[in-house]
């Protein structure tokens, strides 16, 4: 099977990058890494059809991971897919009936896939990955991207390869704004976290920084959700600060919050950090 692999000169460009400190401006199908086609498509699923070389070189794909898919060649415009879970292609069966019978044979000696010859291991690679479709980030003349809740078509006969996003398109996809209030109050992003789809991902693993505008909850309910020990009470109170210190840059805007707090882990000091959100005017100084 041949590698679908970058060209090396793309991590060299990427060092460079990254050492003079310059935003990476190159189309993401060149940043990007490519993991496989689109193998069929609708409205709302899409299922994606990968080889295992290219899930170890994009460096793993999680469950719940982002996927873009595109043309090879166009504008930077792209769906956006997530994983939901593996998917059988038509060549599953016979794929486990070889699977079977080489174990069978190998009798405990050594690995069975070892006794595969080469392209009988390239074709059981290849397997499937069911995709919600989540919307397309569309690209605009000015640059930016306009992101719609939908597809506006598909083929049974698409030209759809996939890539899993880089650090820049990753924030893209994370921090992009819309349907945001129009409230006119100017507050910067507060950052609350990065990305993270798996528990067990490592050190090296693709990541963004996820920012949030506190004027895009405001006049919104909002909760908070995800695993324990995970943030959500550390990004809340992030939130609830910015929110709070408006009224720095804008003395007329003295927003007013309600969180409701069962348990009581807000109101008081942290043990972690000894501060609690009844301290948060001392953030004004």
Not at 38 to 65: C, F, H, N, W
Not at 111 to 137: A, I, N, Q, Y
Not at 175 to 186: E, F, G, K, L, S
Not at 198 to 217: L, Q, V
Request: net charge neutral; aromatic share 8%; charged share 25%.
């Amino acid at each position: 099977m041949q590698s679908h692999g970058q060209d090396p000169s793309v991590t060299v460009m990427d060092n460079l990058i990254q050492s003079a400190g310059q935003p990476d401006s190159r189309p993401f199908r060149e940043r990007a890494r490519m993991i496989g086609a689109v193998y069929t498509i609708s409205y709302t699923e899409a299922i994606v059809a990968v080889y295992d070389y290219d899930r170890e070189q994009a460096g793993g794909l999680p469950k719940s991971t982002f996927l873009m898919a595109a043309k090879p060649e166009g504008d930077e415009s792209f769906v956006l897919l997530r994983i939901q879970k593996e998917a059988r292609l038509p060549s599953a069966a016979a794929n486990d009936q070889t699977r079977q019978e080489t174990i069978e044979d190998s009798g405990n000696q050594g690995h069975w896939s070892d006794r595969l010859p080469d392209w009988v291991r390239d074709k059981m690679s290849l397997h499937g990955l069911e995709c919600s479709v989540l919307g397309t980030f569309v690209a605009e003349s000015n640059g930016r991207y306009r992101y719609a809740e939908d597809i506006d078509n598909y083929y049974a006969v698409n030209q759809l390869m996939v890539w899993k996003p880089d650090a820049v398109s990753l924030d893209v996809i994370v921090n992009h704004q819309h349907r945001t209030n129009d409230i006119p109050v100017a507050r910067k992003a507060a950052k609350i976290g990065r990305t993270r789809f798996a528990a067990a991902e490592p050190s090296n693993a693709t990541k963004a920084d996820f920012r949030i505008n506190p004027t895009d909850i405001m006049k919104r309910r909002t909760a908070y959700f995800g695993m324990s020990r995970s943030g959500k009470s550390n990004g809340l109170k992030i939130v609830a600060e910015n929110i709070y210190r408006i009224r720095d840059d804008n003395p007329a805007h003295r927003v007013g919050q309600i969180i409701f707090d069962l348990s009581g882990e807000y109101a008081q000091d942290n043990y972690q950090d000894g501060k609690g959100l009844h301290r948060v005017h001392e953030t004004l100084g």
